[in-house]
């Protein structure tokens, strides 16, 4: 049975003293391809060095992260087009805008946002989105785009019915994860309004671990937890759950 964790960061400091043990965990339990979403450049070269190991595993992004569009935000931008010209990434990510922690520089994060959906778009590469408290602020941008010319997932979709449907409007899947097993998610309730062709399974690993390990360090094998609780929702078997899901996040990285 194979599963698919869309999005998470095995590069980070958190799995520095079992990354080896926590990646064969989680191919244990079936998962066959990790998407890897970038930060900032800071850590492009752990990036390189994960997919080095594991290279038929490890499927590496590029991209700024909202919350990392400060002030030297251009440099960083130029840090992502300069790895766009020298290789091959499976997509641009995380991009977004981020307004929870910080509203200083929404501008310079729409600006970054608009900029690098442009260079997926001339790479013909899906993207990535990032969207915290920016549901508005995000499809403000997104309108300034084609959906035809659009091709991508809403990472750690959280928001409401009418915005899963906005969303699926600009040709992006959801990505769903942890959130979906929390009591106060919410998501679960209206999810299996959503046809399950439009939908793909992830982690955020370390962040945002489902039930039952809410509150602790989060890793892509949990992704079993996320999935089964899809299969409850949507009233169907595990392993429909995680064929169906698998090919759709083949088809968007492709």
């Known amino acids: 049975m194979q599963l698919i964790d869309t999005h998470t960061h095995l590069y980070s400091e958190t799995f520095d003293e079992d990354r080896g043990a926590m990646i064969q965990r989680a191919l244990s339990c079936g998962v066959t391809d990790f998407f890897i979403p970038a930060i900032d450049s800071t850590y492009t070269e752990r990036m390189f060095a994960l997919e080095k190991k594991y290279p038929n595993r490890m499927h590496l992004m590029t991209g700024v992260h909202p919350t990392h569009v400060k002030e030297n935000y251009k440099e960083e931008l130029n840090h992502v087009a300069s790895l766009l010209r020298q290789r091959s990434f499976c997509a641009l990510g995380e991009i ?78 959801l990505g769903i994860g942890g959130v979906v097993t929390f009591k106060n998610g919410k998501i679960d309730q209206f999810l299996n309004q959503i046809p399950l062709s439009e939908i793909v399974l992830e982690t955020d ?28 929702v949507y009233n169907l078997p595990f392993a429909e759950i995680a064929s169906i899901t698998s090919k759709n996040a083949l088809a968007i990285f492709k």
């Open 96 to 173: 977004g805008i981020d307004l929870y922690w910080d509203k200083t520089f929404l501008k310079e994060q729409q600006e970054a946002f608009d900029l690098q959906i442009q260079w997926a778009k001339e790479h013909k590469l899906p993207f990535v989105i990032h969207c915290r408290d920016a549901f508005d602020e995000v499809f403000e941008v997104l309108d300034g785009h084609d959906s035809k010319d659009l091709r991508g997932i809403f990472h750690c979709f959280t928001g409401t019915l009418d915005q899963a449907k906005q969303a699926l409007s600009y040709n992006l899947k």
């Open 205 to 232: 690993a370390p962040y945002l671990a489902p039930v039952p390990f809410r509150g602790k360090r989060n890793e892509s094998s949990y992704i079993q937890e996320v999935a089964s609780k899809v299969a409850e």
